[in-house]
């Protein structure tokens, strides 16, 4: 029987490890550099966009139905599964057995799935239909070269 | 020390799933090298009926009436999802030991029992959510229940759920559970056991728990004594969390069409070599003998049929050119004129750690070093340009050896070319 004093602790996953600069002159050997105190390590774009490593992937979008969220074709879309999807995030979804790239809205009863292109149409799922989200976007890059 | 064996539910399929829902509620096998035979199958292909390890060319006209979609196997998807179910696994314990590609053990010691049941659904649930990878987990006191709870959960014995813990049953439950299991399913009983445990009368999980350890173990083994102890909820086998190095390497494959010249079977035992020395070196060990193989098709009954093996021993090293040499005088020991081949293989054995090598009274050290300067740029050429950029003429430069893997799925995860695609139109 679970009772109120029963907690579950569940784990932090893939939080990002601690990085500690590496102090690299060696002591009493002439003068110290004078960049010693102030070493930090090199900032990585992995770090910056990737929160959770392990259920990061990252996806190719095809189209431009997302142009208004700043989604273009052949963007490098940055998709995190482990984050539950809310109202208003960039998701990736199962429709027809296809990825789609979408914005997702709930409106009480009715989740719509809606491009951010007045040229394309909304997908809604009403009670009973199953909208399955694959992951949520947390970022898009492209390269210009 | 309760502990967890999770274990990934038709771990190749499910990998193929995450990236093509398609694929979902199909009957799905993925093929192994080659594209012989069934490695790993949907619930679907199960339920027809279909089994592991059954060749492909087998159930062609099951698959055709049922709709069957066979994939070559892509072991760099597996490996890497792997990677990610075993790393967010390890957020769960202190202490892992991971068992195989798909599955690994947790202790789960210090926890409160009354919790273990809820755990398991959260890492199931984690699993699943941050991979797409569905999992089964077994909760035990020792590694033997734990895999035959893995079992349980699996099959819906005790719940359908997808967690089984042991600790929850009482004993009479457990027994029934145990009945209804036949002995061949218990971790450690192998075909050879189950046959002579039948004719003693053992044909339950249960019947094998009761029997007396000193039976079992005049008529057996010790191992196999534990393993009637662990089934009892006497721990004899420990976690283990080191990963052994690897003990020898193993390179071998089916020819698509047979092959009967001496000329032919070299380049393809060269390019098994190659692949076999890269192995080595990724390990950073040096390997001292090899065995080499060939035999005909067992399963062309009007063919002449012939068998053999060779081990060949040479100073210990890590370099392609002298395991191919090696790899081909042992070809010419045992080639024989007038046979169709069918399959050959390379097996590195005599495995050390690279730093801890032998050197030999007449060795001279600068040709190691011109060998091992060889070896990385040859290797970091592969790793840049693909596999086989720069290969020895021995292999024949042509990719003729390489696997048969035509109905493999793109490298979703590890090559930038090959992203899955998410549609915006």
């Known amino acids: 029987m679970l009772t109120s004093q029963h907690t579950i602790m569940q784990p932090a996953i893939g939080l990002k490890p601690i990085r500690l600069p590496l102090f690299s002159s060696t002591v009493a050997a002439g003068f110290p550099s004078p960049a010693d105190d102030y070493i930090e390590s090199r900032l990585s774009l992995d770090e910056h966009l990737i929160q959770h490593r392990d259920s ?52 009480g009863d009715t989740v719509t799935l809606k491009p951010e292109n007045p040229k394309f149409k909304e997908i809604e799922f009403k009670d009973g239909q199953e909208l399955v989200v694959w992951g949520v976007v947390t970022s898009t890059t492209k390269k210009f070269i | ?49 279909i089994k592991m390890g059954e060749p492909w060319f087998k159930m062609k006209d099951l698959a055709k009436r049922h709709g069957i979609i066979a994939l070559s196997s892509n072991y760099s998807l597996y490996g890497d999802i792997s990677a990610r179910v075993m790393s967010i696994l390890s957020n769960f314990s202190p202490k892992q030991e991971i068992y195989s590609i798909d599955e690994c053990f947790l202790d789960l010691e210090g926890f409160d029992p009354i919790l273990l049941h809820q755990y398991g659904q959260t890492i199931r649930s984690t699993v ?7 999992v089964c987990v077994g909760i035990a006191e020792t590694k033997t229940l734990a895999k035959l709870a893995n079992h349980c959960a699996k099959k819906g014995f005790a719940g359908n759920d997808g967690v089984c813990d042991f600790g929850r049953l009482s004993d009479a439950e457990r027994s029934k559970i145990f009945s209804s299991i036949p002995v061949s399913d218990v971790w450690g009983v192998g075909r050879k056991h189950t046959e002579k445990l039948l004719t003693l009368g053992i044909k339950t999980v249960e019947d094998f728990r009761t029997a007396k350890p000193d039976r079992i173990r005049s008529q057996f083994s010790i191992v196999l004594a534990r393993t009637v102890q662990e089934l009892n909820n006497v721990p004899c086998i420990e976690l283990d969390e080191a990963v052994a190095p690897r003990q020898q390497i193993m390179v071998s494959r089916s020819f ?26 990724h390990d950073r060990s040096v390997a001292s003998s090899l065995c080499i193989f060939i035999r005909t098709n067992p399963f062309s009954e009007k063919e002449p049929q012939y068998e053999k093996s060779v081990v060949v021993p040479f100073q210990p090293t890590d370099d392609t050119t002298k395991i191919i040499g090696a790899a081909l005088a042992g070809l010419k020991q045992i080639y024989r004129v007038g046979f169709q081949y069918k399959k050959t293989g390379v097996l590195l054995m005599g495995l050390h750690p690279k730093g801890a090598m032998q050197i030999s009274l007449f060795d001279e050290p600068e040709s190691h070093a011109k060998s091992d300067n060889l070896m990385q740029v040859m290797d970091a050429i592969n790793r840049k340009m693909g596999k086989g950029s720069l290969t020895t003429l021995a292999s024949g430069g042509v990719h003729r050896w390489a696997m048969r893997r035509e109905k493999m799925s793109p490298n979703f995860t590890t090559d930038w070319d090959e992203l899955p695609v998410a549609f915006s139109n």
């Open chain 2, 256 to 281: 698509g069409q047979c092959v009967s010249n001496l000329a032919d079977l070299s380049a393809s035992v060269a390019y098994y070599a190659t692949t076999a020395a890269e192995k080595l070196r």
């Open chain 2, 128 to 134: 699943r959510q941050s991979t797409g990878i569905p």
């Open chain 2, 1 to 49: 020390m309760p502990l967890a064996l999770v274990d990934c539910n038709n771990f190749y399929v499910s990998c193929e799933r995450v990236f093509n829902p398609k694929l979902e509620g199909v009957p799905v096998v993925v093929l192994s090298n080659n594209d012989g035979c069934a490695v790993a199958r949907s619930a679907e292909v199960k339920a027809l009926g």
């Open chain 1, 56 to 107: 990061t992937f990252f996806v190719r979008a095809k189209g431009n139905s997302m142009a208004g969220a700043g989604i273009f074709d052949g963007d490098l879309l940055v998709v995190d599964k482990s984050l539950n999807p809310k109202s208003g995030d960039i998701v990736i979804a199962v429709v027809d057995g296809d990825l789609t790239v979408k914005r997702l809205i709930q409106r």
